[in-house]
Protein backbone atom coordinates (compact mmCIF):
# COMPACT_ATOMS: atom_id res chain seq x y z
CA UNK A 1 0.00 0.00 0.00
CA UNK A 2 2.16 2.88 -1.27
CA UNK A 3 -0.19 5.63 -0.49
CA UNK A 4 -0.49 5.04 3.09
CA UNK A 5 -0.59 8.22 4.71
CA UNK A 6 2.58 10.04 5.98
CA UNK A 7 2.45 11.16 9.59
CA UNK A 8 4.94 13.93 11.22
CA UNK A 9 6.44 14.81 14.44
CA UNK A 10 4.66 17.84 16.25
CA UNK A 11 7.10 20.27 17.54
CA UNK A 12 6.78 24.17 18.42
CA UNK A 13 3.12 23.69 17.06
CA UNK A 14 4.42 22.00 13.52
CA UNK A 15 3.81 19.10 12.06
CA UNK A 16 7.66 18.20 10.99
CA UNK A 17 9.32 15.64 9.17
CA UNK A 18 12.31 14.25 11.10
CA UNK A 19 15.98 15.52 10.28
CA UNK A 20 16.42 11.81 9.48
CA UNK A 21 13.73 11.82 6.26
CA UNK A 22 13.68 7.97 7.38
CA UNK A 23 10.36 6.29 8.78
CA UNK A 24 8.89 3.34 10.08
CA UNK A 25 5.74 1.42 9.20
CA UNK A 26 2.71 0.75 11.32
CA UNK A 27 1.09 -2.39 10.90
CA UNK A 28 -1.90 -4.29 11.79
CA UNK A 29 -1.33 -7.17 13.85
CA UNK A 30 -4.14 -9.01 13.28
CA UNK A 31 -3.04 -8.69 9.50
CA UNK A 32 0.04 -7.63 8.50
CA UNK A 33 -1.04 -6.70 5.01
CA UNK A 34 -2.51 -3.65 6.64
CA UNK A 35 -0.51 -0.84 6.27
CA UNK A 36 -1.87 2.21 8.79
CA UNK A 37 0.69 4.74 8.10
CA UNK A 38 4.20 5.69 7.83
CA UNK A 39 5.67 7.10 10.67
CA UNK A 40 9.24 9.54 11.69
CA UNK A 41 11.89 7.55 12.43
CA UNK A 42 13.86 10.75 14.58
CA UNK A 43 16.77 10.84 16.33
CA UNK A 44 18.68 12.91 18.69
CA UNK A 45 18.55 16.35 16.50
CA UNK A 46 14.86 15.67 16.98
CA UNK A 47 14.73 15.43 20.61
CA UNK A 48 16.96 18.22 20.57
CA UNK A 49 14.27 20.42 18.89
CA UNK A 50 11.07 19.23 20.43
CA UNK A 51 12.84 19.91 24.04
CA UNK A 52 14.29 23.64 22.85
CA UNK A 53 10.35 23.95 21.72
CA UNK A 54 8.85 22.77 25.32
CA UNK A 55 11.47 24.82 27.51
CA UNK A 56 10.68 27.79 25.06
CA UNK A 57 7.12 27.34 25.80
CA UNK A 58 7.19 26.26 29.85
CA UNK A 59 8.20 29.97 30.38
CA UNK A 60 4.79 31.08 29.79
CA UNK A 61 2.99 28.29 30.08
CA UNK A 62 3.53 27.93 33.75
CA UNK A 63 2.01 31.40 34.56
CA UNK A 64 -1.12 30.27 33.04
CA UNK A 65 -3.46 30.11 35.86
CA UNK A 66 -4.04 26.48 36.50
CA UNK A 67 -7.71 26.58 36.14
CA UNK A 68 -7.29 27.82 32.63
CA UNK A 69 -4.87 24.77 32.21
CA UNK A 70 -7.21 22.81 33.43
CA UNK A 71 -10.27 23.98 30.90
CA UNK A 72 -7.54 23.23 28.23
CA UNK A 73 -7.46 19.86 29.50
CA UNK A 74 -11.49 19.76 29.60
CA UNK A 75 -11.83 20.27 25.91
CA UNK A 76 -9.57 17.85 25.03
CA UNK A 77 -11.74 15.23 26.67
CA UNK A 78 -14.45 16.20 24.88
CA UNK A 79 -12.61 16.11 21.73
CA UNK A 80 -11.68 12.45 23.05
CA UNK A 81 -15.41 11.92 23.36
CA UNK A 82 -16.49 12.98 20.10
CA UNK A 83 -13.85 11.14 18.25
CA UNK A 84 -13.84 7.85 20.37
CA UNK A 85 -15.56 5.27 17.75
CA UNK A 86 -13.14 6.29 15.13
CA UNK A 87 -10.18 6.10 17.04
CA UNK A 88 -10.93 3.10 19.02
CA UNK A 89 -11.46 1.57 16.06
CA UNK A 90 -7.96 2.54 14.74
CA UNK A 91 -6.65 1.46 17.91
CA UNK A 92 -7.96 -1.70 17.38
CA UNK A 93 -6.24 -1.28 13.92
CA UNK A 94 -3.22 -0.81 15.32
CA UNK A 95 -2.31 -3.20 18.19
CA UNK A 96 -5.16 -5.90 17.63
CA UNK A 97 -6.84 -5.78 21.74
CA UNK A 98 -10.68 -5.98 20.94
CA UNK A 99 -12.66 -2.72 20.24
CA UNK A 100 -14.88 -2.81 23.37
CA UNK A 101 -11.17 -2.56 25.26
CA UNK A 102 -9.99 0.49 23.07
CA UNK A 103 -13.07 2.31 23.49
CA UNK A 104 -12.29 1.74 27.35
CA UNK A 105 -8.92 2.60 27.03
CA UNK A 106 -10.13 6.66 25.14
CA UNK A 107 -12.52 6.47 28.16
CA UNK A 108 -9.82 6.30 30.61
CA UNK A 109 -8.24 9.08 28.85
CA UNK A 110 -11.43 11.21 28.33
CA UNK A 111 -11.96 10.24 32.61
CA UNK A 112 -8.17 11.58 33.24
CA UNK A 113 -8.68 14.37 30.94
CA UNK A 114 -12.16 15.37 32.97
CA UNK A 115 -10.12 14.55 36.20
CA UNK A 116 -7.37 16.38 35.64
CA UNK A 117 -9.19 19.37 34.57
CA UNK A 118 -10.66 19.31 37.94
CA UNK A 119 -7.07 19.63 39.33
CA UNK A 120 -6.59 23.18 38.03
CA UNK A 121 -9.24 23.93 40.60
CA UNK A 122 -7.55 22.16 43.43
CA UNK A 123 -3.51 21.15 43.79
CA UNK A 124 -4.45 21.96 47.35
CA UNK A 125 -1.64 22.36 49.41
CA UNK A 126 -1.45 23.31 52.83
CA UNK A 127 -1.31 25.98 55.30
CA UNK A 128 -0.47 25.57 59.03
CA UNK A 129 0.06 27.31 62.09
CA UNK A 130 3.62 29.10 62.71
CA UNK A 131 5.09 28.70 65.83
CA UNK A 132 6.18 32.55 65.75
CA UNK A 133 3.22 34.99 66.24
CA UNK A 134 2.85 37.12 63.00
CA UNK A 135 3.90 34.93 60.47
CA UNK A 136 2.06 32.80 57.86
CA UNK A 137 2.70 29.29 56.20
CA UNK A 138 2.04 27.12 53.20
CA UNK A 139 3.02 24.85 50.97
CA UNK A 140 2.32 25.33 47.11
CA UNK A 141 3.00 22.90 44.31
CA UNK A 142 5.10 24.34 41.70
CA UNK A 143 5.60 22.56 38.13
CA UNK A 144 9.02 21.84 36.86
CA UNK A 145 9.64 22.31 33.57
CA UNK A 146 10.47 19.90 30.39
CA UNK A 147 8.85 16.81 31.43
CA UNK A 148 9.63 13.16 28.93
CA UNK A 149 6.85 10.81 28.50
CA UNK A 150 8.01 7.57 27.40
CA UNK A 151 5.16 5.32 26.99
CA UNK A 152 4.05 1.22 25.63
CA UNK A 153 1.53 0.20 23.30
CA UNK A 154 -0.58 -1.57 25.42
CA UNK A 155 -2.24 0.90 26.31
CA UNK A 156 -1.73 3.55 23.36
CA UNK A 157 -4.12 6.55 25.00
CA UNK A 158 -4.84 5.69 28.14
CA UNK A 159 -1.33 5.77 29.30
CA UNK A 160 0.05 8.84 27.54
CA UNK A 161 -2.58 10.60 28.91
CA UNK A 162 -2.15 9.65 32.61
CA UNK A 163 1.05 11.45 32.27
CA UNK A 164 0.38 14.41 30.25
CA UNK A 165 -2.84 15.47 31.64
CA UNK A 166 -1.38 15.55 35.00
CA UNK A 167 2.40 16.79 33.86
CA UNK A 168 -0.11 19.82 31.81
CA UNK A 169 -2.49 20.78 34.28
CA UNK A 170 0.81 21.63 36.59
CA UNK A 171 2.23 23.60 34.54
CA UNK A 172 5.07 21.94 32.75
CA UNK A 173 5.48 21.36 29.31
CA UNK A 174 5.79 17.63 27.47
CA UNK A 175 7.45 16.12 25.22
CA UNK A 176 5.83 12.70 24.28
CA UNK A 177 7.75 9.70 22.71
CA UNK A 178 5.32 6.59 22.21
CA UNK A 179 5.81 2.98 21.44
CA UNK A 180 6.53 2.37 17.95
CA UNK A 181 3.55 -0.10 17.68
CA UNK A 182 1.29 2.61 18.37
CA UNK A 183 2.12 5.93 17.37
CA UNK A 184 -1.18 6.34 15.45
CA UNK A 185 -2.65 6.68 18.97
CA UNK A 186 -0.61 9.11 20.45
CA UNK A 187 -0.64 10.90 16.79
CA UNK A 188 -4.94 11.20 17.63
CA UNK A 189 -4.04 12.17 21.13
CA UNK A 190 -1.76 15.35 20.18
CA UNK A 191 -4.12 16.16 17.33
CA UNK A 192 -6.77 16.19 20.22
CA UNK A 193 -4.50 19.09 22.81
CA UNK A 194 -3.56 20.66 19.51
CA UNK A 195 -7.76 20.94 18.32
CA UNK A 196 -8.23 21.60 22.28
CA UNK A 197 -5.99 24.95 22.33
CA UNK A 198 -2.97 23.24 23.92
CA UNK A 199 -0.37 26.48 22.79
CA UNK A 200 2.46 25.76 20.96
CA UNK A 201 5.25 24.06 22.14
CA UNK A 202 3.43 22.92 25.03
CA UNK A 203 2.88 19.37 23.74
CA UNK A 204 5.44 18.14 21.59
CA UNK A 205 5.48 14.75 19.54
CA UNK A 206 8.60 12.88 18.78
CA UNK A 207 8.42 9.07 17.26
CA UNK A 208 10.43 6.60 16.80
CA UNK A 209 12.87 4.17 19.00
CA UNK A 210 14.01 4.32 22.20
CA UNK A 211 17.59 4.23 21.27
CA UNK A 212 17.19 6.82 18.67
CA UNK A 213 14.48 9.12 20.80
CA UNK A 214 13.71 7.69 24.39
CA UNK A 215 17.80 7.68 25.36
CA UNK A 216 18.43 10.73 24.09
CA UNK A 217 15.34 12.28 25.79
CA UNK A 218 16.61 10.95 29.52
CA UNK A 219 19.90 12.32 28.45
CA UNK A 220 19.34 16.19 28.52
CA UNK A 221 19.88 18.42 30.67
CA UNK A 222 16.63 20.35 30.35
CA UNK A 223 14.26 17.41 30.68
CA UNK A 224 13.73 17.42 34.22
CA UNK A 225 10.99 14.99 34.91
CA UNK A 226 10.87 11.65 33.50
CA UNK A 227 7.30 9.61 33.39
CA UNK A 228 8.10 5.65 31.97
CA UNK A 229 6.25 3.12 31.18
CA UNK A 230 7.20 -0.06 29.99
CA UNK A 231 8.93 -3.26 30.66
CA UNK A 232 11.42 -3.55 34.36
CA UNK A 233 13.95 -4.19 32.07
CA UNK A 234 13.84 -0.89 29.81
CA UNK A 235 13.30 1.13 33.28
CA UNK A 236 16.56 0.12 34.71
CA UNK A 237 18.27 1.54 31.69
CA UNK A 238 16.02 4.52 31.49
CA UNK A 239 16.46 4.96 35.70
CA UNK A 240 20.30 4.53 35.06
CA UNK A 241 20.12 7.26 32.16
CA UNK A 242 18.59 9.90 34.70
CA UNK A 243 20.93 9.21 37.37
CA UNK A 244 23.37 11.29 36.66
CA UNK A 245 21.66 14.14 36.30
CA UNK A 246 19.38 13.73 39.09
CA UNK A 247 16.33 13.87 37.20
CA UNK A 248 12.70 12.61 39.18
CA UNK A 249 11.65 9.78 37.36
CA UNK A 250 8.57 7.41 37.86
CA UNK A 251 8.41 4.37 36.34
CA UNK A 252 5.98 1.86 35.61
CA UNK A 253 7.05 -1.51 34.71
CA UNK A 254 6.26 -5.10 35.07
CA UNK A 255 4.24 -7.11 36.94
CA UNK A 256 3.02 -10.92 37.95
CA UNK A 257 -0.17 -10.95 39.18
CA UNK A 258 -1.90 -13.11 41.02
CA UNK A 259 -5.96 -13.81 41.52
CA UNK A 260 -6.29 -15.41 44.92
CA UNK A 261 -9.24 -17.97 45.32
CA UNK A 262 -10.56 -19.16 48.46
CA UNK A 263 -12.70 -22.67 49.35
CA UNK A 264 -15.35 -20.35 50.53
CA UNK A 265 -15.24 -18.59 47.15
CA UNK A 266 -18.07 -17.65 44.19
CA UNK A 267 -16.06 -19.70 41.78
CA UNK A 268 -18.38 -19.17 38.76
CA UNK A 269 -17.11 -15.07 39.98
CA UNK A 270 -14.02 -16.35 40.31
CA UNK A 271 -13.81 -17.84 36.66
CA UNK A 272 -14.91 -14.67 35.30
CA UNK A 273 -12.63 -12.82 37.15
CA UNK A 274 -9.61 -15.27 35.73
CA UNK A 275 -10.85 -15.17 32.32
CA UNK A 276 -10.92 -11.27 32.16
CA UNK A 277 -7.69 -10.79 34.00
CA UNK A 278 -5.92 -13.61 32.12
CA UNK A 279 -7.10 -13.51 28.42
CA UNK A 280 -8.03 -9.43 28.05
CA UNK A 281 -6.39 -7.27 25.68
CA UNK A 282 -4.80 -11.33 25.21
CA UNK A 283 -2.71 -11.03 28.60
CA UNK A 284 -0.66 -7.94 27.30
CA UNK A 285 -1.78 -5.62 30.56
CA UNK A 286 0.58 -4.81 33.38
CA UNK A 287 -2.27 -5.85 35.75
CA UNK A 288 -2.95 -9.03 33.89
CA UNK A 289 -3.60 -11.96 35.60
CA UNK A 290 -0.85 -13.95 34.93
CA UNK A 291 -1.31 -16.55 38.08
CA UNK A 292 -4.13 -17.74 39.62
CA UNK A 293 -3.55 -19.40 43.26
CA UNK A 294 -6.74 -21.55 44.12
CA UNK A 295 -7.64 -23.17 47.54
CA UNK A 296 -6.75 -27.36 46.85
CA UNK A 297 -10.61 -27.55 48.26
CA UNK A 298 -12.20 -26.04 45.04
CA UNK A 299 -9.47 -26.51 42.61
CA UNK A 300 -11.32 -29.28 40.27
CA UNK A 301 -14.33 -27.14 39.74
CA UNK A 302 -12.25 -24.28 39.30
CA UNK A 303 -9.96 -25.44 36.79
CA UNK A 304 -12.87 -27.62 34.58
CA UNK A 305 -14.92 -24.23 34.54
CA UNK A 306 -11.84 -22.13 33.63
CA UNK A 307 -10.51 -24.35 31.05
CA UNK A 308 -14.04 -24.46 29.56
CA UNK A 309 -14.38 -21.35 29.13
CA UNK A 310 -10.73 -20.56 27.67
CA UNK A 311 -11.52 -22.97 25.20
CA UNK A 312 -14.49 -20.93 23.83
CA UNK A 313 -13.09 -17.72 23.88
CA UNK A 314 -13.67 -16.36 20.29
CA UNK A 315 -10.23 -15.61 18.54
CA UNK A 316 -9.85 -12.92 15.88
CA UNK A 317 -9.89 -9.37 14.22
CA UNK A 318 -10.68 -7.42 17.28
CA UNK A 319 -13.05 -5.20 14.94
CA UNK A 320 -15.14 -7.91 14.51
CA UNK A 321 -17.71 -7.31 17.35
CA UNK A 322 -18.52 -11.47 18.31
CA UNK A 323 -14.23 -11.27 19.21
CA UNK A 324 -13.18 -11.82 22.41
CA UNK A 325 -9.23 -11.63 21.95
CA UNK A 326 -7.21 -10.36 19.39
CA UNK A 327 -3.65 -11.20 18.47
CA UNK A 328 -0.41 -10.64 19.68
CA UNK A 329 1.29 -6.70 18.96
CA UNK A 330 3.85 -8.35 17.27
CA UNK A 331 6.05 -11.15 16.28
CA UNK A 332 8.59 -10.81 19.06
CA UNK A 333 5.68 -10.61 21.02
CA UNK A 334 3.97 -13.74 19.70
CA UNK A 335 7.57 -15.91 20.00
CA UNK A 336 8.26 -14.71 23.83
CA UNK A 337 4.61 -16.67 24.95
CA UNK A 338 5.60 -19.46 22.42
CA UNK A 339 8.74 -19.51 24.18
CA UNK A 340 7.31 -19.53 27.78
CA UNK A 341 4.98 -22.13 26.52
CA UNK A 342 7.46 -24.61 25.50
CA UNK A 343 9.58 -23.58 29.34
CA UNK A 344 5.92 -24.54 30.94
CA UNK A 345 5.15 -27.75 29.03
CA UNK A 346 8.65 -29.28 31.05
CA UNK A 347 7.57 -27.28 34.67
CA UNK A 348 4.12 -27.73 34.66
CA UNK A 349 0.77 -29.60 33.41
CA UNK A 350 -0.70 -27.75 30.02
CA UNK A 351 -4.43 -28.49 30.36
CA UNK A 352 -5.13 -26.54 27.50
CA UNK A 353 -4.22 -24.05 24.56
CA UNK A 354 -0.50 -23.89 24.17
CA UNK A 355 -0.03 -23.09 20.10
CA UNK A 356 -0.18 -20.09 17.56
CA UNK A 357 -2.61 -20.14 15.45
CA UNK A 358 -1.49 -19.86 11.82
CA UNK A 359 -4.06 -20.87 9.52
CA UNK A 360 -7.43 -19.57 7.86
CA UNK A 361 -8.11 -16.02 9.19
CA UNK A 362 -5.41 -16.13 11.54
CA UNK A 363 -2.41 -16.60 8.35
CA UNK A 364 -1.32 -13.34 8.35
CA UNK A 365 -1.56 -11.90 12.23
CA UNK A 366 0.10 -13.26 15.57
CA UNK A 367 -2.28 -14.81 16.95
CA UNK A 368 -1.90 -17.78 19.91
CA UNK A 369 -4.69 -19.52 22.19
CA UNK A 370 -5.65 -19.06 25.31
CA UNK A 371 -3.53 -20.90 27.66
CA UNK A 372 -3.44 -22.40 31.06
CA UNK A 373 -0.97 -24.00 33.35
CA UNK A 374 -2.29 -26.33 36.37
CA UNK A 375 0.27 -27.59 39.26
CA UNK A 376 2.44 -24.63 38.74
CA UNK A 377 4.68 -24.28 41.14
CA UNK A 378 5.43 -21.28 42.65
CA UNK A 379 8.93 -20.92 41.71
CA UNK A 380 8.53 -22.20 38.47
CA UNK A 381 9.93 -19.94 35.41
CA UNK A 382 6.38 -19.39 33.78
CA UNK A 383 5.24 -18.54 37.53
CA UNK A 384 7.60 -15.73 38.08
CA UNK A 385 8.78 -14.24 34.99
CA UNK A 386 6.18 -11.47 32.77
CA UNK A 387 5.41 -13.27 30.03
CA UNK A 388 2.58 -10.41 28.53
CA UNK A 389 0.47 -13.12 26.48
CA UNK A 390 -2.21 -15.39 27.02
CA UNK A 391 -0.73 -17.50 29.45
CA UNK A 392 -2.06 -18.35 32.89
CA UNK A 393 -0.30 -20.41 35.80
CA UNK A 394 -2.57 -21.79 38.12
CA UNK A 395 -0.76 -22.31 41.71
CA UNK A 396 -2.60 -24.87 44.26
CA UNK A 397 -2.59 -23.75 47.82
CA UNK A 398 -4.17 -24.97 51.05
CA UNK A 399 -4.88 -21.57 52.82
CA UNK A 400 -5.31 -18.05 53.22
CA UNK A 401 -1.63 -17.38 54.78
CA UNK A 402 0.12 -19.47 51.98
CA UNK A 403 -1.81 -17.89 49.43
CA UNK A 404 -0.75 -14.32 50.53
CA UNK A 405 2.51 -15.71 50.82
CA UNK A 406 2.99 -17.03 47.25
CA UNK A 407 1.28 -13.73 46.49
CA UNK A 408 4.37 -11.39 47.54
CA UNK A 409 6.65 -14.03 46.26
CA UNK A 410 7.79 -12.09 43.01
CA UNK A 411 10.01 -9.46 41.98
CA UNK A 412 7.03 -7.54 41.37
CA UNK A 413 4.06 -5.82 43.12
CA UNK A 414 1.75 -4.15 41.07
CA UNK A 415 -2.13 -5.97 41.56
CA UNK A 416 -3.67 -8.64 43.27
CA UNK A 417 -7.15 -10.09 44.40
CA UNK A 418 -8.67 -12.29 46.14
CA UNK A 419 -12.18 -14.24 46.34
CA UNK A 420 -13.43 -15.12 48.84
CA UNK A 421 -16.61 -14.44 51.28
CA UNK A 422 -15.51 -13.88 54.24
CA UNK A 423 -14.89 -10.51 55.36
CA UNK A 424 -12.24 -11.30 57.82
CA UNK A 425 -10.19 -13.23 55.04
CA UNK A 426 -11.09 -10.58 52.62
CA UNK A 427 -9.52 -7.76 55.09
CA UNK A 428 -6.33 -10.02 56.06
CA UNK A 429 -5.29 -10.17 52.69
CA UNK A 430 -6.00 -6.76 51.96
CA UNK A 431 -3.38 -5.75 54.45
CA UNK A 432 -0.81 -8.27 53.98
CA UNK A 433 -0.85 -8.41 50.09
CA UNK A 434 2.15 -6.67 49.01
CA UNK A 435 0.98 -5.01 45.29
CA UNK A 436 0.18 -1.32 45.08
CA UNK A 437 -3.03 -2.05 43.41
CA UNK A 438 -5.37 -4.84 45.66
CA UNK A 439 -8.78 -6.31 44.59
CA UNK A 440 -11.71 -7.66 46.39
CA UNK A 441 -14.61 -10.47 44.89
CA UNK A 442 -12.42 -8.92 41.21
CA UNK A 443 -9.88 -9.48 38.98
CA UNK A 444 -6.47 -7.71 39.25
CA UNK A 445 -7.68 -5.19 36.21
CA UNK A 446 -9.98 -2.61 36.73
CA UNK A 447 -7.97 0.21 38.21
CA UNK A 448 -9.97 4.08 37.87
CA UNK A 449 -8.38 7.49 37.11
CA UNK A 450 -8.68 8.83 40.82
CA UNK A 451 -7.05 6.15 42.99
CA UNK A 452 -3.20 6.01 42.88
CA UNK A 453 -1.69 3.55 40.19
CA UNK A 454 1.30 1.76 40.35
CA UNK A 455 3.03 -0.79 42.37
CA UNK A 456 6.23 -2.00 44.49
CA UNK A 457 9.49 -4.25 44.32
CA UNK A 458 10.52 -3.80 40.17
CA UNK A 459 7.17 -2.86 39.33
CA UNK A 460 8.21 0.74 40.26
CA UNK A 461 10.46 3.20 42.32
CA UNK A 462 7.86 4.50 44.89
CA UNK A 463 5.94 6.93 42.35
CA UNK A 464 2.54 6.46 41.45
CA UNK A 465 0.03 7.51 38.72
CA UNK A 466 -3.33 8.81 38.71
CA UNK A 467 -5.16 10.48 41.21
CA UNK A 468 -3.57 13.19 43.26
CA UNK A 469 -0.46 11.28 43.70
CA UNK A 470 0.37 12.03 39.87
CA UNK A 471 0.68 15.49 40.81
CA UNK A 472 3.39 14.56 43.00
CA UNK A 473 5.56 13.21 40.08
CA UNK A 474 5.01 16.54 38.17
CA UNK A 475 5.56 18.83 40.84
CA UNK A 476 7.78 20.09 43.30
CA UNK A 477 6.47 20.67 46.82
CA UNK A 478 7.65 24.87 47.78
CA UNK A 479 6.97 25.61 51.51
CA UNK A 480 6.60 29.60 51.66
CA UNK A 481 7.13 31.57 55.22
CA UNK A 482 5.46 35.00 55.38
CA UNK A 483 6.61 37.17 58.25
CA UNK A 484 4.26 40.01 59.03
CA UNK A 485 5.73 40.83 62.47
CA UNK A 486 7.94 43.60 61.34
CA UNK A 487 11.12 42.10 63.25
CA UNK A 488 13.65 39.33 62.92
CA UNK A 489 12.36 36.26 64.39
CA UNK A 490 13.97 33.00 64.58
CA UNK A 491 12.51 29.58 64.97
CA UNK A 492 13.25 27.18 67.25
CA UNK A 493 15.84 30.13 69.28
CA UNK A 494 12.97 32.91 69.95
CA UNK A 495 11.43 32.28 73.54
CA UNK A 496 7.74 32.46 73.12
CA UNK A 497 5.36 33.50 75.78
CA UNK A 498 2.16 35.31 76.49
P1 LIG B 1 9.33 -1.55 26.62
O1 LIG B 1 10.04 -1.41 27.92
O2 LIG B 1 9.93 -2.39 25.58
O3 LIG B 1 9.14 -0.09 25.96
C1 LIG B 1 8.50 0.97 26.64
C2 LIG B 1 8.91 2.28 25.98
O4 LIG B 1 10.29 2.51 26.23
C3 LIG B 1 8.73 2.30 24.47
O5 LIG B 1 8.27 3.56 24.07
C4 LIG B 1 10.16 2.06 23.98
O6 LIG B 1 10.39 2.56 22.68
C5 LIG B 1 10.95 2.83 25.02
N1 LIG B 1 12.36 2.44 25.13
C6 LIG B 1 12.93 1.27 24.79
N2 LIG B 1 14.25 1.32 25.06
C7 LIG B 1 14.52 2.52 25.59
C8 LIG B 1 15.69 3.15 26.09
N3 LIG B 1 16.88 2.54 26.09
N4 LIG B 1 15.59 4.41 26.58
C9 LIG B 1 14.40 5.04 26.61
N5 LIG B 1 13.26 4.50 26.14
C10 LIG B 1 13.31 3.24 25.65
O7 LIG B 1 7.84 -2.01 26.99
P2 LIG B 1 6.64 -2.38 26.02
O8 LIG B 1 6.96 -3.68 25.36
O9 LIG B 1 6.29 -1.22 25.17
O10 LIG B 1 5.44 -2.59 27.07
C11 LIG B 1 5.27 -3.76 27.82
C12 LIG B 1 5.82 -3.61 29.22
O11 LIG B 1 5.24 -2.47 29.83
C13 LIG B 1 5.46 -4.76 30.12
O12 LIG B 1 6.57 -5.13 30.89
C14 LIG B 1 4.35 -4.21 31.02
O13 LIG B 1 4.22 -4.82 32.26
C15 LIG B 1 4.78 -2.80 31.14
N6 LIG B 1 3.65 -1.96 31.51
C16 LIG B 1 3.62 -1.46 32.79
C17 LIG B 1 2.54 -0.69 33.19
C18 LIG B 1 2.48 -0.12 34.59
O14 LIG B 1 1.76 0.85 34.79
N7 LIG B 1 3.19 -0.66 35.57
C19 LIG B 1 1.50 -0.41 32.31
C20 LIG B 1 1.57 -0.95 31.01
C21 LIG B 1 2.66 -1.71 30.63
Not at 50 to 66: D, F, G, I, M, Q
Not at 202 to 222: E, F, I, Q, Y
Not at 465 to 475: K, R
Amino acid sequence: MPDAKVYRNFIGGEWVESVTRKTFENRNPADTRELLGHFQASNEEDVKRAVEAAAEAYKRWRLVPAPKRGEILYRVGQILVKSKEDWARQMTQEMGKILKETRGDIQEAIDMSYYMAGEGRRQFGVTTPSELPNKFMMSVRMPMGVSALITPWNFPMAIPSWKMMPALVCGNTVVFKPASYTPLSAYNLVKACEEAGVPKGVVNLVTGSGRGVGLPLMKSDAVKVVSFTGSTEVGRAVSEACAPTFKRSNMEMGGKNAQMVMDDARIDLAVEGALWGGFGTTGQRCTATSRVIVHKKVMKEFLDKFMARAKALKIGNGLNPSVEMGPLVCEDQLNTVMKYVEIGKKEAKLLCGGSPLKSGDFAHGYFHEPTIFAEVDPHATIAQEEIFGPVVSVIPCDSLEQAIQMNNDTIYGLSSSIYTQDVNRAFQAMRDAYTGIFYVNSSTIGAEVHLPFGGTNHTGNGHRESGTAALDVFSEWKAIYVDFSGKLQKAQIDDVTW
